[in-house]
């Protein structure tokens, strides 16, 4: 502890170079924690499970989803189909809307649908029973921080919020109201955008997919996708940002490793006076290396946590200024103990790469050579 | 205990090989007081580095007791000297970020001693040197003859049995120099400390037990 409190010292009485090396690895593990996380919320966006038993049919060829249009003549060759292979066939109405400034999904779908067919899981509150109330997920809540209880406005209508459901994929981010409260709302009769088909437990799903498309009352009209197709479009979208952002994760922690070795060299340059004293009362090359380690270590430590607090300020700002959007599906950002704990290993392992190149040679110097360089 | 035979040191400056030392033979026995002396540039020096296992010989052999340091790692060397020697410098050589103790501290850390029993011997060295009074005072704060009164106690708080000083008086005025000069006889003969001090010096000749002149890099 004691040689701690030298090394403190150390760093204050070199309080400049002290505080620019601190504030120049505050820059670099600012941007990596930024980086990573987003990284790690395109890697969880893209990667959650998938059903292979839930199938859904749109218009053929839409580019916008809302403007798919099904009607429920359209779901008999879907129907025909029950019980051997399709379980249930919903259907599925879809808005993208701008409520309270917030652009969000509106799902609506008949109320014995929510848990069976759309695995919604109440978290907080009560399914909507009554008109004019509706449940919001997890994705929704974290934009726009309304609670159960609150009364919203939708395309002129008020609606309270009854309850906060769980649900995976582009569900996530969603507003979910009766199919009568949709119709009555939007003033439209038997005119869907998703028919949901739910397949029977070991029904292969392609033969389905085959069947329908050829089906002679569907075929160019419509196509059926895997549910989560849609949802695995939009993630494939977030690769690249995903893939560009851990190269630069990468780069953020070389610059750690490149940062640390900058300052370290000029240490031994400029201070080489206090080394040579170091050596010649006993200080092996190692201690003196472990010193600049523990030296290092402790500003990186420091401008660890301080990066990690700065960060977690600006997500927060940025989040609720303006928040990252996929498809109307926040894409929620946070720091996760995993992202941290990497960081950690990784800055301290970087940082301590970055002091052993330039003190390699120590080893081998002699305290007259440390006099005369 | 100290047996050097047939030393040399040479170096290039530029194109030049310059012969720093040449042939040196010289015995110093426990307990002496070996002062050094000749004109700058002599080798005076170097002669100190080579025995304290700072700098490397060409050829020859520095032996301490049964211990050969010329061919030594310097990873060897800078035990040895941890173990072994203390030393100091005309322009004392402290750390400016620490004060009298911590600086007097430094051999005992590189010893690994326990920091409290190192601090009390500290504080023990620095006021058998007189300088209970300037404990805690950094080396910014205290004159000439304080800072190598620091570096002496730093010298001999781990307990080496030689001390190498290089001018320790090179850089204080006339009191200062009898102060020093005195403090070091006096080590000498209380702890039995063996002393090998390099000087321009000859007030520091006069309690000296041997006296060897060098000059071009030979002992006259």
């Not at chain 2, 010989?57 to 310097?74: C, H, K, N, V």
Request: charged content about 20%.
């Amino acid at each position: 502890m004691e040689g701690i409190r030298f090394i403190i010292r150390d760093l204050q009485s070199d309080g400049w170079r002290s505080a620019i090396t601190i504030f120049n690895l505050i820059i670099f593990i600012s941007c990596y924690f930024c980086l990573a996380s987003l990284a790690e919320a395109g890697y969880k966006f893209g990667n959650q499970t998938r059903d292979p038993d839930e199938l859904m049919m749109i218009s053929h060829n839409v580019f916008d989803l809302t403007d798919s249009q099904i009607t429920e003549n359209d779901f008999e060759p879907i129907r025909e189909l029950i019980p051997i292979q399709v379980k249930s066939v919903s259907p599925l109405m879809l808005k993208h809307l701008n409520v309270e400034g917030y652009f969000l999904q509106v799902r609506a779908a008949q109320l014995t649908d929510f848990e069976t067919v759309h695995n919604l899981s109440l978290l907080e509150g009560t399914w909507p029973t009554g008109t004019n109330e509706v449940v919001i997920g997890e994705g929704t809540r974290s934009l726009t921080k309304w609670n159960v209880g609150n009364v919203i406005r939708i395309y002129g209508v008020d609606f309270k919020i009854t309850g906060l459901v769980h649900s995976t994929g582009t569900k996530f981010g969603s507003l979910w109201m009766s199919l009568e409260n949709a119709e009555k709302l939007f003033n439209i009769k038997d005119q869907f955008q998703f028919a949901w088909i739910i397949l029977n437990p070991g029904v292969n799903p392609d033969e389905v997919i085959n069947q329908l498309t050829n089906d002679s009352r569907l075929a160019g009209k419509f196509d059926i996708y895997y549910a989560d197709q849609l949802y695995q479009q939009y993630s494939s979208a977030l690769n690249d940002v995903r893939d560009i952002s851990l190269v630069l994760v990468l780069l953020a922690l070389l610059s750690v490793m490149f940062g640390v070795y900058g300052s370290t060299y000029l240490t031994l340059t400029e201070r080489k006076r206090e080394l040579t004293i170091l050596r010649s009362v006993g200080f092996t090359s190692r201690t003196i290396r472990v010193v600049l380690s523990v030296r290092t270590i402790i500003q990186v430590v420091f401008a660890y946590l301080a990066s990690w607090v700065i960060t977690l300020i600006a997500i927060h700002g940025f989040e609720s200024v303006s928040p990252i959007m996929i498809h109307s599906i926040p894409l929620p950002v946070i720091i996760s103990a995993q992202v941290l704990l990497i960081g950690a290993i990784l800055s301290i392992l970087f940082a301590w790469i970055g002091v052993w190149l330039p003190t390699r040679h120590l080893q081998k110097s002699s305290v007259i050579s440390m006099i005369q360089r | 205990m100290i047996n050097i035979s047939d030393l040399h040191k040479t170096y290039r400056r530029g194109d030049e090989v310059v012969e720093a030392i040449r042939g040196i033979n010289l015995q110093v026995n426990e307990g002496d007081f070996v002062v050094v002396i000749g004109p700058s540039g002599g080798g005076k020096s170097t002669l100190l580095n080579l025995i304290g296992g700072i700098d490397h010989p060409t050829s020859g052999s520095i032996r301490y007791g049964d211990y050969e340091l010329a061919g030594a790692s310097e990873e060897k060397l800078t035990i040895f000297r941890r173990d072994h020697i203390g030393f100091v410098f005309q322009f004392y050589n402290l750390l400016f970020s620490l004060n009298a103790v911590e600086n007097v501290v430094l051999p005992l850390m590189a010893k690994r001693v326990p920091m409290k029993a190192a601090r009390e011997k500290a504080i023990k060295v620095l006021t058998q040197v007189g300088l209970s009074h300037r404990l805690t005072h950094r080396p910014s704060e205290l004159s000439g003859g304080e800072q190598q009164r620091v570096a002496i106690a730093r010298s001999i708080v781990a307990e080496p049995e030689l001390v190498l000083a290089d001018e320790p008086t090179g850089d204080l005025d006339s009191v200062a120099t009898r102060e020093i000069s005195d403090l070091m006889h006096q080590l000498n003969q209380q702890m039995g400390i063996t002393f090998i001090v390099a000087t321009h010096n000859l007030l520091l000749t006069e309690k000296a037990t041997r006296v060897y002149e060098l000059r071009d890099g030979a002992i006259q």
